[in-house]
């Protein structure tokens, strides 16, 4: 049987715009706006480390997860970029991850990035003259 890794979740990395609450939309011109009477509940990059926290300590195979400023090593230090979490011009989510696994030597141990296209389902009503400024979804 293989020996369990322990594994450190660093905080995720994020350009300003997505260091925030706010959900961002993007026209088809590439200029950005947040949706005013949105947001999430907490900084994107926050609320991604506790999914991870919570994926990675409920999977098999862990010998804990942990954060790395709780003072803990790990065999394993997973590093996510979040690039792109937006809405888009053809009124989709767009998210683009990257992630770096590190090994305690602190040498890359595997790579990957992942993007993802969703369509909005539901009613999309625009609101305003500039419809990528302010949407309703239901």
Not at 22 to 35: D, E, P, Q, T
Request: proline residues 6%; glycine residues 8%; positive net charge.
């Amino acid at each position: 049987m293989p020996s369990l890794a322990k594994r450190v979740v660093a905080d995720p990395i994020a350009v300003a715009a997505l260091d925030s609450e706010r959900i961002h939309m993007v026209s088809a011109n590439g200029s950005y706006a947040s949706l005013p009477e949105a947001q999430w509940s907490d900084a994107l990059p926050k609320l991604k480390e506790l999914k991870l926290l919570r994926a990675l300590g409920d999977a098999e195979g862990s010998a804990g997860v942990s954060r790395p400023m709780e003072g803990v090593t790990g065999d394993l230090q997973l590093v996510v970029d979040l690039r792109k979490f937006q809405i888009g011009p053809n009124l989709a989510a767009e998210v683009e991850i990257g992630s770096e696994l590190l090994g305690s030597n602190g040498r890359i141990v595997a790579t990957r990035t992942c993007a993802h296209l969703c369509p909005l389902k539901g009613t999309v009503r625009l609101l305003q003259s500039r419809p990528w400024t302010r949407l309703l979804i239901r």
